[in-house]
């Protein structure tokens, strides 16, 4: 009995090339790509999506085993592909660290700063909650499951062995960075015009008022005001985030 193995080589190579978008895609993903979360978990979600998707999109993948160096360039294409998708949702969710600055700076809370658990670096503790806040909504609403479906959908826009257009890929990275910061802006904009009316009235008490310090009792009255203003704007801010979130997400999974 012969059994013939020929088409091993071709096929390890082509689940080497999907591991390699799901991968780097997975290594970039905010709630999975952080510093804090075992490499290994992150190796078995990118050999599980790999698995899943090499059926898919097999047959999308030309690859000659006696050729070395078209194979290397394809893998370079996959990971730039993988790179892309991530970077997409990590600009996506950087609008709650944008949104956090503005909002600690108008609360007088701009030096409070912590280790943000998800970069390990330090970070403003309103972005940092924000931050974790809108990761966690992103998990509990099945958000993910959009970012699985970008990946399987990317095989259509960015098909293997075509060199991705350089200007679409930047006019996306561009248009999402953007939008980040508008939608960052856009959160804080209460705390904006919170900020304005507060430091107005406080101008108008130093005035009425030469003989008191002001900045002793103008720093806690902001920062207590501002949090209770903070936790009752708290839910619509992020209601409004995750739409940002599914809508960006839509566009690179339209079949999702």
């Not at 080589?9 to 510093?35: D, K």
């Amino acid at each position: 009995m012969h059994i013939d193995l020929s088409f091993l080589p071709a096929l390890g190579a082509a689940f080497l090339l999907v591991f390699a978008r799901a991968g780097t895609m997975v290594m970039l993903l905010p709630g999975l790509g952080e510093q804090n979360i075992s490499p290994r978990i992150r190796l078995t979600i990118a050999l599980i999506l790999a698995a899943v998707l090499l059926p898919l999109h097999r047959s999308a993948y030309h690859i000659d085993t006696g050729a070395l160096a078209p194979s290397l360039v394809l893998l370079v294409e996959e990971i730039l592909i993988g790179a892309v998708l991530g970077l997409t949702a990590r600009l996506t969710i950087s609008a709650l660290e944008v949104a956090g600055s503005v909002i600690a700076q108008q609360l007088g809370l701009g030096f409070v700063t912590a280790v943000d658990p998800t970069q390990g670096e330090q970070g403003v503790i309103i972005g940092n909650f924000l931050t974790l806040l809108g990761i966690t909504l992103f998990f509990a609403t099945d958000m993910h499951h959009l970012v699985i479906a970008a990946l399987n959908d990317s095989y259509g826009l960015f098909e293997p062995g075509e060199v991705p257009a350089t200007g679409d890929v930047a006019a996306l990275v561009t248009k999402t960075a953007s939008g980040a910061f508008r939608i960052g802006i856009q959160l804080s904009a209460p705390f904006l015009v919170f900020g304005l009316l507060f430091n107005i009235g406080l101008g108008v008490l130093s005035r009425l008022m030469p003989q008191m310090q002001v900045f002793f009792v103008a720093l806690p009255a902001s920062i207590l005001i501002g949090l209770l203003f903070l936790v009752l704007v708290l839910g619509t801010m992020m209601g409004f985030f995750l739409d940002y979130v599914g809508g960006v997400l839509h566009e690179l999974a339209p079949h999702g």
